[in-house]
């Protein structure tokens, strides 16, 4: 029997809301729990943010408060000129908030497109984050009697965070590296654990080689897939093989390096994930193209934008994250009132095939509806930078032995593109070792002139 809010199978008697008066309060308390903490923000920034101070007055705002119901008079922030402002006055920049010797614990991003840049904070803000991480990761069921193997890495990156949040939670932790295959399938042999933490690209690699090296349903103690760091655990098809081959419950989870490493999470209903952010980070909607403010409703589409309300050492203010989200709506039967979403896709993936936006995880969803047939990854190679791309799209897709394969496959896989996303796609097959490295996250768009 399930309850509601709860795993299946999970018995325990705990409240499954961890922080039940944040994340149960009507949307005027939540609204003016996040106001007052604004106001104080607006405050810091003004008088220790050169980088805000210089870049409010440039947008024409003056020393007077600018209130919550009127933040969308401020200018967005975006990745490159945070990267800027570091670049200032390394090592933390312009909008270092605080004395350098209050910066407790310093991150560093990936760095694929340029030298890495660094994220720090406080002992607060160190705090802030795993309160809100473990709303999150208590929100996708993980209590304190779960055992949860672990493969985001700990290293340089803002996804070693997690490992703070698991101890608050009080879980049992089995921390293995990213892409260490032999030992995840090792540890859930062996019974360490009955959560796993991956991307979806791991789970479903995960899901694949089950599915051929042990037919029979296995005798794995897991039960529940928490997917984060791509979309891909919320479309269907995927989600759907995942949770079969496996015998688990899949939830999805999602955060943003500059703003909380994990910020929404997908409760046990599978209704979209949770804003867990109250009263540290405030959330709007934007229209993707003019960026004008859209409501936060069921079927809203618009891209995210994120305002820190209590960060010390490095606040944001109106950060474009990127990622396109549809917000499918709250209350939940979990009882939690915070709003719930979806990502549908990187707002730099986006492409327009003769006026129809697209984006490349809905061609996962197609895809992934011909397994076993194919492995169910697939990538869009972008021949030019051009945002409007001819048809027929080239779409690359993944399949265990292309010799092997129905020739009609690829056939099949164009017709149901164009049917269900309205476009022409030429679809090629392509065999495993040949797709590259297996496993960690799918680019889903490829650049190849
Ligand atoms: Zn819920």
Not at 125 to 153: C, E, N, P, Q
Not at 351 to 378: D, E, K, Q, W
Not at 402 to 417: F, N, S, T, V
Request: net charge neutral.
């Amino acid at each position: 029997m399930t309850r509601e809010g709860r795993l299946p199978g999970d018995t325990c008697d705990r409240d499954p809301i961890w922080d039940r008066e944040v994340e149960t309060e009507s949307h005027q308390q939540a609204f003016a729990r996040a106001a007052s903490a604004w106001h104080a923000q607006f405050r810091h920034l003004m008088d220790h943010s050169p980088f805000y101070a210089r870049k409010f007055r440039d947008a024409g705002v003056g020393e007077a408060p600018v209130s919550l119901k009127n933040i969308a008079r401020l200018p967005f922030s975006t990745k490159q000129e945070l990267k800027q402002a570091i670049d200032a006055a390394p090592p933390f920049g312009t909008n270092l908030c605080v004395p350098a010797e209050q910066v407790k614990r310093v991150y560093q991003t990936s760095g694929t497109t340029g030298a890495p840049s660094v994220l720090a904070l406080t002992r607060n803000d160190t705090d802030m984050w795993t309160v809100v991480g473990t709303r999150t990761y208590f929100a996708t069921g993980i209590h304190d009697h779960s055992s949860v193997l672990t493969t985001f890495g700990a290293g340089p990156f803002v996804a070693g965070h997690t490992h703070f949040v698991l101890s608050r939670i009080g879980c049992r932790s089995v921390p293995v590296a990213p892409g260490d295959t032999d030992r995840v399938i090792f540890g859930l042999e062996a019974g360490l654990a009955d959560t796993l933490l991956g991307t979806p690209s791991f789970a479903q690699y995960l899901a694949n080689r089950f599915e051929k090296s042990r037919p029979a349903r296995s005798t794995l103690a897991l039960t529940h897939i928490v997917t984060g760091g791509e979309p891909g655990g919320g479309i269907p098809a995927i989600r759907d093989h995942i949770q079969t081959v496996l015998g688990a419950t899949v939830t999805e989870v999602m955060g943003i390096g500059d703003i909380a490493p994990s910020l929404f999470g997908e409760c046990p209903e599978q209704q979209g994930m949770h804003f867990c952010g109250g009263g540290h980070v405030w959330v709007e909607l934007v229209d993707p193209d003019s960026r004008e403010p859209m409501a936060i409703e069921a079927g809203a589409v618009g891209e995210l934008v994120y305002t820190h309300l209590s960060r010390e050492a490095m606040p944001i203010v109106r950060f474009l994250g990127g990622d396109i989200a549809r917000i499918e709506g709250s209350p939940c039967a979990c009882g939690r009132a915070t709003f719930r979403m979806r990502v549908i896709g990187r707002r730099d993936d986006m492409f327009i095939v003769r006026g129809v936006n697209v984006y490349p995880s809905a061609i996962l969803a197609v895809v992934g509806t011909f397994r076993p047939r194919v492995t169910g990854r697939a990538r869009v190679i972008r021949e030019t930078a051009d945002v409007s791309v001819q048809p027929p799209v080239p779409v690359e897709v993944e399949v265990a032995d292309a010799q092997a394969a129905d020739p009609r496959l690829a056939a099949e896989i164009e017709a149901a593109i164009h049917s269900t996303l309205v476009f022409r796609a030429k679809v090629d097959l392509v065999p495993e070792p040949g797709f590259g490295e297996s496993g960690y996250k799918t680019r889903l768009t490829v650049n190849r002139p």
